[in-house]
């Protein structure tokens, strides 16, 4: 859910680790997995990311990457990719281990895909008249080229 609060009077179902906990325990089952949205999960300043990170990789089954700066009223602001209060790096890693785990236990279901969230409207997207609003496509490219520089600087120091 995003944001993960009540929003124009509608509930949420996932904001936070115990929302989490439920919907992977209603049905133990490697089907039975979840976007991880760094985003969404991290606008809530209470939101531990790393540990979540750690706790649930194994029921993770898309990998949602961006990042925000944020305070406790609930304030939050969508920042580049490798900028604000998310350790991308820490998380990014951590999923790389879950890959590795995955592989080492001979599941089918190893790959993690990830993409970037929401680019930033960059110059050349300017002209583009609104085709795709909130998904700027250099600002994407953008935010995939860092991110896929920072999974390629993960792999080769832990592999």
Known sequence: ?????PLLGLPRVVGNVNDLQKVLTAYNSNANGFTFCTGSLGVNINNDLVTMAQQFSNRVNFIHLRNVS???NGDFRETYHLEGEIDLFKIVKEFLLEQKRRINNGRKDFRMPMRP???HLLFPDQDRNGIYPGYSLVGRLKGLAELRGLEEGIIRSIF
């Open 1 to 5: 859910d995003d944001p993960p609060w």
């Open 70 to 72: 944020r305070n406790y």
């Open 117 to 119: 969230d929401h680019g």
